[in-house]
């Protein structure tokens, strides 16, 4: 998701699991010189978090010119004294005699690692806001390198991953079944504390600790993705504390989980019609120059592998729901993921799906040696069902399925399907669908893109409306998120945002390639 290491196909709840699809693209950053210790702060905090907001942070070098720490934060803030969990933060360092302070950044999920995330500087950020600023990515509770929530091994993952999304007869709805009941019943049994505690507001708690323990006064936050749900929560906490907050790829916080899978669902197939009809201008098209008829083509793959899956070289079957998450996956950058998804048809089309098969391993984090290398397949669950408390009966989810499948023919049935897991979820929800205002904060820059498939044009809108000093700063492109996504337009304003905190109003950006 990436840019977008955002989602995961199984459970695509809520938003990616901004997978930053450069983010595996990966060079070495040149060294920089660590910043001058900035004076400490006296931002108010409630007494019973003294402990926590008084933590002096103690950085350590861990190479290619990083520093790294860990935060101390309470697992339970009604309570705490209890118990406690440590972040892992990393931090790229502006050169000492420029730093403007800390920009914290998240790239989204829920689940995606902010230490992973800000080791890809030279592909997510622009010199500018590098050079200026010491970027700061931290792992959220429960993620990462975060006292991860551990929920299911490699193997019983590759099965819940390869599962049918359309389940279609008694037999692959009682699979179905088994499978959300076992992610529910496993992070409870071998994560029986976190998996409790990995809420947004826990989260963005967190952030306000961070903040302090930084030195800085004010956050300056740019979200991506999930990442926007978790800056507009801490604006709505903390007004007072807010800085220049950058919010791409918004997430609508009114919605539900089952109001966010629907319009995920429309908002991809929309995604692939606009990818074949951009498809017939390439010389490497494998698919029909007509766009309804290219449509139907990939639409026919993926009910072949149905009944009929495909055979990988490393034994596995290669199913509907694996070809799912390839096509979906790519469908995040028009960047980098349409090319591939060019590629990935060429052979998948007549059978040979190797190369499908290797951008959905990516797109979950499958290694070539069958290991899944971060816990965002599990982590997602975690935040959305503890975030929102709609939980769809089975009965309910085999008419959503049938309902959306009107509207969105490719994805409907199975993001339908994708919230079963949060039915079974073995804590309650502590957070609730509504509106964000963040009544005192100064202007919040939100970034909307025209034709985003996981996080859809009108939630940007909603967002931008809701909050009493919102910005929307448009980009008429495709793809999740607009920063560093081909609008040099996109760059300049944001850059320009967080250097003078002048936010553009009503600006729209085009892409320029």
Same mark, same amino acid.
């Given at each position: ?81 209890? $118990? ?29 690692? #902010? ?28 993620? *990462? ?57 826990? $989260? ?18 740019? #979200? ?13 906490? !903390? ?10 790829? $918004? ?23 606009? !990818? ?33 899956? *495909? ?115 073995? $804590?309650? =929800?502590? #957070? ?7 009544? *005192? ?18 939630? =940007?809108?909603?967002?931008? *409306? ?8 448009? !980009? ?5 998120? =607009? ?31």
């Amino acid at each position: 998701m990436k840019k977008n290491r955002l989602v995961l196909i199984i459970a695509l709840v809520a938003v990616v699991s901004a997978v930053v699809f450069t983010l595996f693209h990966l060079t070495e950053p040149p060294k920089q010189a660590k910043p001058k210790p900035r004076p400490s702060i006296t931002t108010a905090f409630p007494a019973k978090l003294s402990h926590f907001y008084k933590q002096n942070l103690v950085w350590k070098g861990c190479g290619d010119g990083f520093d790294c720490t860990k935060l101390e934060v309470p697992l339970d803030y009604r309570h705490p004294a209890t $118990a406690s969990i440590y972040l892992k933060v990393t931090r790229h360092s502006a050169p000492a005699e420029i730093t403007r302070g800390s920009l914290v950044i998240n790239p989204g999920g829920p689940g995606g690692s #902010g230490v992973d995330f800000v080791r890809s500087i030279d592909y997510i950020m622009t010199p500018t806001l590098k050079e200026n600023f010491d970027v700061v990515g931290f792992d959220p509770r429960g993620v *990462g390198t975060s006292n991860p929530i551990k929920c299911l091994n490699d193997k019983q993952l590759d099965q819940v991953l390869a599962a049918d999304q359309s389940p279609d007869n008694s037999v692959e709805v009682a699979q179905f079944v088994s499978y959300a009941k076992l992610m529910a019943n496993e992070c409870a049994k071998k994560s029986p504390t976190i998996y409790k505690f990995m809420d947004t507001v826990s $989260a963005t708690r967190d952030i306000d600790i961070l903040r302090q323990a930084l030195g800085d006064e004010k956050l300056n936050w740019f #979200g991506w993705s999930y990442g926007t749900f978790l800056g507009a929560t801490y604006a709505d906490l !903390f007004p007072k504390n807010v800085g220049r907050m950058t919010l791409d790829g $918004a997430i609508d916080p009114k919605l539900t989980n089952e109001q966010m899978s629907y319009g995920q669902a429309v908002g991809f197939d929309v995604a692939l019609r606009r !990818f074949v009809a951009d498809c017939a201008t390439q010389s490497d098209c494998p698919l029909s120059h007509n766009t309804d008829t290219g449509v139907a083509q990939v639409a026919n793959m993926l009910e072949k592998l149905d009944s009929q899956p *495909g055979q990988l070289e490393d034994g596995r079957k290669f199913t509907q729901a694996m070809a799912l998450t390839g096509v979906l996956g790519n469908l995040y950058s028009k960047q980098y993921g349409w090319p591939d998804l060019r590629s990935a048809l060429l052979t998948a089309l007549d059978g040979d799906y190797a190369t499908l098969a290797a951008s959905a391993d990516f797109y979950t984090s499958r290694d070539s040696n069958g290991h899944y290398t971060d816990n965002g397949n599990e982590a997602i669950y975690a935040v959305n069902c503890l975030d929102r408390p709609d939980r769809a009966t089975l009965a309910q989810t085999q008419q959503l399925a049938n309902e959306w499948k009107k509207q969105a023919p490719v994805f409907g049935i199975s993001l339908a399907w994708s919230n079963l897991a949060c039915t079974y979820w073995q $804590a309650p =929800a502590t #957070g609730k669908p509504g509106p964000i205002h963040a009544k *005192g904060s100064p202007k919040i820059l939100v970034v909307g893109t025209k034709y985003d498939p996981a996080t859809p044009y009108p939630w =940007a809108q909603s967002l931008a *409306g809701q909050l009493s000093q919102g910005v929307l700063l448009t !980009f008429n492109g495709d793809g999740h998120t =607009a920063y560093s996504e081909g609008s040099d337009c996109i760059d300049r304003y944001i850059d320009q945002y967080f250097l003078i905190g002048r936010a553009p109003v009503g600006v729209s950006c085009n892409y320029n390639p």
